[in-house]
């Protein structure tokens, strides 16, 4: 089955600057890989998503980009605030309704002032 | 986006009874559903995947006897905790996918199970 690897488990940036967490999976099926903020006690936020026929995404401040050869792909937050401070989980999966989504072990992201 | 409602948010049970989560897709329906577990400043761990009208399959490691699962309708999903016991204490969160071309998944609010 898939699996999925994440790091740094912390990662601390001053405010102002970027922060880059890495993703590396196992399965080369997965074709959809969300990235979610999870605040303390609440659901995980879907904040970007990437599918295997692109190579990078950009949404404003964040961006993601894809290697599939690798089997690598990265969050990319420009210009951090204090407001991105959370835990970050990235994720593999498939189109399919019925495909499961597995999980990174997450990183935690500290804004400092 | 699609909705996912999950009840209870927070429950308190005694150690030995069993415990009913439910996971409701409000605005589509949903074949198949998942339930996660997450342990305090762990990630989410796959439970088991809920299929409407057969049985879930369940992770490597997840008694199904103990996480009973029913997915009875094509938008109710539910969990039952059985013989609870304090290490069953965790947040559970259930999700699923309206599909139709999309890959999102969308999340119920979680469910705090406190064990006690």
């Known amino acids: 089955g898939e699996n999925v690897e994440q790091h740094p488990s912390t990662l601390s940036v001053q405010e102002g600057d970027s922060a880059v967490i890495k993703c590396t999976y196992s399965d080369s099926a997965s074709n959809y890989f969300p990235w979610y903020k999870q605040e303390l006690g609440k659901r995980p936020q879907l904040i970007i998503d990437i599918r295997s026929n692109v190579g990078e995404k950009k949404d404003q401040r964040i961006a993601v980009t894809l290697n599939k050869t690798a089997k690598h792909f990265s969050l990319h937050i420009t210009e951090t605030q204090p407001e991105d401070s959370a835990v970050y989980f990235c994720?593999?999966?498939?189109?399919?309704?019925?495909?499961?989504?597995?999980f990174g072990s997450g990183t935690r992201l500290s804004i400092r002032p | 986006g699609a909705v996912v409602s999950q009840h209870p948010s927070r429950v308190i049970c005694k150690s030995g009874t069993s415990v009913k989560i439910e996971c409701r897709s409000l605005d589509f329906q949903a074949t198949t559903m998942f339930w996660y577990r997450q342990f305090p400043k762990q990630s989410l761990m796959l439970m088991a995947t809920?299929?409407?009208?057969?049985?879930?399959?369940?992770e490597q490691g997840v008694e199904k006897d103990k996480f009973l699962i029913n997915h009875a309708s094509l938008t109710l999903s539910t969990l039952t905790v059985t013989s609870a016991h304090p290490e069953d204490s965790s947040f559970y969160i259930c999700?699923?996918?309206?599909?139709?071309?999309?890959?999102?998944?969308?999340f119920g609010q979680g469910t705090r199970l406190t064990v006690v």
């Open positions: 994720a593999a999966s498939t189109h399919s309704s019925a495909s499961k989504i597995i």
């Open positions: 999700s699923a996918k309206p599909g139709q071309g999309k890959p999102e998944a969308f």
């Open positions: 809920s299929n409407e009208g057969s049985k879930a399959t369940y």
